[in-house]
């Protein structure tokens, strides 16, 4: 399941234990569920200056700043896009989608990623997971993991309750205001406006990918106010498994090995559009 922004925020004025709720923009309608300590989790108001950095220089190779890295000597050798922070979404005390069978969303996720993780070290990415196990670290300190990477991009994992079984579907978030302050610095909340484009280019290609490997599923990448990416400063998507209303989880675990293979080669393909220069404020 995806969760909302909005969501989190009528929690917080119910304070009401469990939350299941909607999100859409779009065409998409997920339903899900929050815990408390999620709802409570406080949004910083900016990145950091560090994070700031980061997000302002990056450009698409063949732009402007193209020729950038070639001038850093040694210091460039990690401006490219080496690194895919990915995210077993939920875990700990949130379970995620439940299926009548017993099947856990936390549970699948972590199964999906250690996949997703192989296929990407086969591509020569290096790979920062959110959680390895039975946790449940908050939207900010995923997000936060994110932006502290340079040249990275983020995938997180959902299996959906809804949706037609054997299909997947991509999510970048829907647009947001971008909102740089005279202090260069963007509002923590908006950190996904300046990658947006981006985030719609990764998420168009893993699509693709899905699409060929799975029928039923869309074509192109949809939108929706998703909060885990609206805070995160890098190229970001949400990727979500049809579904856990299946009798037997086999159906599910049959499918890793292709959502892994699409990740893997979608991200292979979109790196050479995506280039981030090493050295803070040099493109300012
Ligand atoms: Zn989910």
Redesign the pocket.
């Known amino acids: ?2 969760l909302g922004v909005g969501n989190i925020f009528q929690l917080r004025a119910r304070s009401i234990s469990l939350l299941f709720c909607l999100i859409l923009t779009g065409f998409a309608l997920v339903s ?1 569920a929050l815990t408390p300590s999620e709802a409570q989790q406080p949004i910083p108001s900016a990145v950091s200056p560090a994070n700031a950095s980061a997000i302002s220089p990056q450009v698409p190779q063949g732009g402007a700043a193209g020729s950038a890295p070639s001038t850093f000597g040694a210091q460039t050798q990690q401006t490219g896009l080496n690194i895919v922070v990915l995210d077993p ?2 875990g700990g005390t949130d379970p ?2 439940r299926g009548t069978g017993g099947i856990r ?1 936390s549970e699948i996720v972590l199964d999906f990623a250690i996949q997703v993780r192989h296929a990407l070290e086969q591509e020569g990415f290096q790979v920062v997971q959110t959680r390895q196990g039975n946790e449940d670290p908050s939207f900010d300190d995923r997000s936060a993991l994110a932006n502290a990477q340079r040249g990275a991009v983020f995938v997180t994992l ?2 959906s309750s809804t949706g037609l079984p054997g299909t997947a579907r991509v999510f970048v978030n829907s647009d947001l205001p971008s909102a740089i302050g005279s202090n260069g610095l963007i509002p923590w909340d908006r950190a996904q406006a300046p990658f947006l484009g981006l985030s719609k280019k990764l998420g168009d290609l893993v699509q693709g990918l899905l699409a060929q490997r799975f029928k039923g599923s869309p074509d192109a990448v949809q939108t929706a106010s998703v909060r885990q990416l609206r805070t995160t400063a890098a190229p970001a998507i949400a990727v979500e498994i049809s579904s856990v209303t299946v009798n037997d989880r086999a159906e599910l675990d049959r499918m890793a090995p292709g959502v892994a293979d699409a990740i893997a080669h979608g991200i292979a393909a979109f790196k050479p559009s995506y280039v981030v220069p090493n050295t803070t404020g040099a493109l300012r």
Do not use: K
């Open positions: 399941m995806l899900l979404a939920h995620g989608a969303e959902h299996i």
